[in-house]
């Protein structure tokens, strides 16, 4: 099994989730956050919590995969607004642009690219990029909430592997 290094400010805020429940509590949370995701809250289960795959990999994806369909729905109506405020107007504007180019490759295959680019689990992809970017393609929404849920499904079962076999986790 590999072992994982933490930063000693992260390690002693993770002293104080001791319970299992709490552990499982804030892997929900983690997994909802557009850094984290899949990407680290898997391995982060597994390897640090030493709690079993099993639990670890639906509670991670169900939350990565909600707070994917949410913004599917909410981007239309957030981007809207935060485009009004001067301050947030060219950070949605350099976040649009940079989801087009990140995901020019897959364009030609749309839905079923859209579920590959969020699968994969490299760093600017996931439920997060993979929701904007089914926002500024305009895919159908029930498409787009399909592929994202299908794409955090493949990246949480990728994650997995790699965090059961100790290849390539790093924090």
């Known amino acids: ?11 002693d805020l993770l002293n104080g989730t001791s319970g299992a429940f709490s552990q499982y509590v804030l892997l929900f949370i983690l997994s909802m956050l557009p850094v984290t ?9 597994i390897l640090v919590f030493g709690l079993p795959w099993y639990m670890v990999l639906p509670i991670c994806v169900i939350s990565n995969s909600g707070i994917g369909v949410f ?11 935060f485009s009004k405020i001067s301050f947030f107007k060219p950070i949605i504007e350099r976040l649009v642009v940079s989801s087009k180019a990140k995901y020019q490759r ?10 590959l680019f969020v ?7 996931g ?9 500024v393609i305009g895919l159908n ?11 955090v499904i493949l990246s949480g079962i990728i994650m997995t592997i790699l965090s059961l076999t100790g290849k390539a986790v790093v924090l």
């Not at 995701?37 to 289960?45: N, Q, S």
């Not at 913004?71 to 607004?81: G, K, S, T, Y």
């Not at 699968?119 to 992809?125: A, L, V």
């Not at 929404?141 to 794409?151: A, E, R, T, Y």
Request: one cysteine or more; a positive charge; charged letters at 10%.
């Open 1 to 11: 099994m590999m072992e994982l290094s933490l930063h000693p400010v992260v390690s």
């Open 37 to 45: 995701e899949c990407r680290l809250t898997i391995p982060f289960g």
């Open 71 to 81: 913004l599917v729905f909410a981007l239309d109506w957030l981007i809207n607004i």
């Open 106 to 115: 897959y364009n030609r295959f749309k839905s079923s690219g859209l579920l």
């Open 119 to 125: 699968g994969i689990p490299i760093p600017g992809t």
């Open 127 to 135: 439920a997060w990029t993979g929701a904007l970017v089914s926002y």
């Open 141 to 151: 929404k029930g498409l787009s909430m399909l592929s994202i849920v299908q794409g």
